[in-house]
């Protein structure tokens, strides 16, 4: 099993909830962990809010790290070529 992490920024979230309108009331995060779920099956998913840690206003969901851990990796062992992986699914 491989593993990425990977940080979306304000611009990339963004960018993923106006190509996902039917998100709808969801969070975010919920929205980010069902895509990347059905995606990759993941062993393990973390999907961490860190727009407390930016100046955004209270309660933002624009910054985010993603830990990925799941066995689609395996056939692409560059990490940025993975990176490239999890944008794909979240635009």
């Known amino acids: 099993?491989?593993?990425?992490?990977?940080?979306?920024?304000h611009s990339q979230t963004r960018?993923?909830?106006?190509?996902?309108?039917?998100?709808?009331s969801a969070s975010v995060a919920a929205a980010i962990?069902?895509?990347l779920?059905?995606?990759?099956?993941?062993?393990?998913l973390e999907v961490r809010n860190e727009s407390h840690m930016h100046n955004v206003p209270?309660?933002?969901e624009t910054h985010f790290k993603v830990i990925v851990i799941s066995d689609k990796f395996k056939e692409t062992r560059n990490s940025l070529a993975r990176?490239?992986?999890v944008t794909e699914i979240l635009k």
Not at 1 to 9: C, E, G, N, T, V
Not at 15 to 24: D, K, L, P, R
């Open 37 to 44: 779920t059905s995606a990759f099956t993941p062993t393990h």
């Open 1 to 9: 099993m491989l593993s990425i992490i990977f940080r979306a920024r």
């Open 83 to 85: 990176h490239r992986l």
């Open 58 to 60: 209270t309660g933002s």
């Open 15 to 24: 960018s993923f909830m106006s190509n996902n309108a039917n998100v709808g």
């Open 33 to 35: 962990t069902e895509k």
